[in-house]
């Protein structure tokens, strides 16, 4: 088999399989769902206090009284025509229009903290792994193994008792501040919209509010690049052709930075998509702990209040950005890496 028709098999596998993938995880969330105690009704009722045919008719009214098989075919046939639903909680919000709502808001945050774990990650990598055996390698080890053990809410916690009620640099919680007004809406990532419209204080302010948040995250995520930078970094370093540098004089700081590292990164830009796929899906934990508008928040509040359109919809949402980011790097691999479309 030529190498195109190779590629071109590959491709196509990989593109059959994101349906498949996509229907498991929709169907385990649909399940989960209804195991799950509690009632929707007695939520937008407001209590189990209300008498039990208005409760009854409030479900036959929202389907819920239909058969499982029934409401699982009903949602299956929705989510072909691109219908996410509509929230129970949220006075007949399309689900659609939640998740352009607050979806801005997580991949600022996601983007920002993405930066600050390559940053400290790769840079923490490269410095234990270019001093084996020394203080900084030690520190590099315990630093993976601290960063992966920590639950990020109690990190972030850690962070808001610290720098935010004893010193005061940043704010608690939020995403901007009450007392000005935000940036017109153009991207809804303010930053952005910020440098738009032109006010750098808008900018600042929002740099200052996000700044906990991407820390908190952005810190614990940086363990996963420091070890992939600082095991790669150190087998590259052994290679021949580093050894050959060395043999002509190059200096170590100049292999390190133009023959090694470079190198070693290769594994990082597959692990690169994936981690902020899930970071977009997994900073949960930081918007409710930050108190932040994004789409994990949001998340929490409808499992909640058992708003089970509201929940499948920004699962769904996640679970396809995922699959999506996961073929891409397949994909993307395929083309550099000959050995993994054989």
Not at 75 to 91: I, R
Not at 199 to 206: F, G, K
Request: with cysteine; proline share 6%; net charge neutral.
């Amino acid at each position: 088999m030529s190498r195109s028709r190779a590629l071109q098999s590959y491709v196509i596998a990989r593109l059959l399989l994101a349906p498949l993938m996509l229907w498991t995880i929709v169907t385990v969330v649909f399940l989960l769902l209804r195991a799950t105690p509690g009632d929707p009704v007695d939520v937008i009722l407001g209590g189990r206090g209300a008498p039990d045919s208005v409760k009854e008719e409030y479900r036959q009214r929202l389907g819920l009284a239909d058969p499982l098989w029934l409401q699982y075919i009903r949602y299956l046939g929705s989510l072909l025509n691109f219908d996410l639903g509509t929230s129970l909680t949220s006075q007949g919000q399309d689900v659609w229009e939640i998740i352009q709502q607050h979806f801005p808001a997580t991949l600022e945050l996601a983007t920002f903290s993405m930066a600050v774990a390559l940053i400290v990650g790769v840079g923490f990598g490269a410095i234990s792994a270019s001093k084996p055996n020394t203080a900084f390698d030690v520190s590099g080890r315990l630093f993976g193994i601290i960063t992966y053990a920590i639950p990020l809410f109690w990190f972030g916690m850690i962070l808001q008792l610290i720098f935010a009620v004893q010193l005061g640099w940043f704010p608690p919680n939020g995403r901007f501040s009450l007392a000005y007004p935000p940036p017109p809406t153009i991207t809804g990532l303010y930053t952005v919209d910020s440098i738009l419209n032109g006010n750098i204080e808008q900018l600042i302010i929002s740099l200052h509010y996000l700044a906990l948040p991407c820390l908190t995250l952005g810190f614990l995520i940086s363990g996963i690049f420091e070890r992939i930078v600082r095991v790669n970094l150190r087998q590259t370093l052994k290679a021949d052709y580093v050894e050959a540098a060395r043999a002509r004089g190059i200096s170590e700081r100049k292999i390190l930075i133009s023959h090694a590292l470079k190198n070693a990164l290769i594994p990082v830009i597959t692990v690169l998509g994936l981690t902020f796929a899930s970071m977009l899906g997994g900073a949960v934990l930081t918007e409710v702990t930050f108190s932040w508008p994004g789409l994990g928040s949001r998340l929490y509040q409808a499992i909640s209040e058992r708003d089970y359109p509201t929940v499948q919809g920004i699962m769904v949402f996640f679970a396809a950005i995922v699959v999506a980011a996961s073929i891409l790097i397949d994909i993307a691999n395929a083309y550099i890496d000959p050995r993994i479309r054989y």
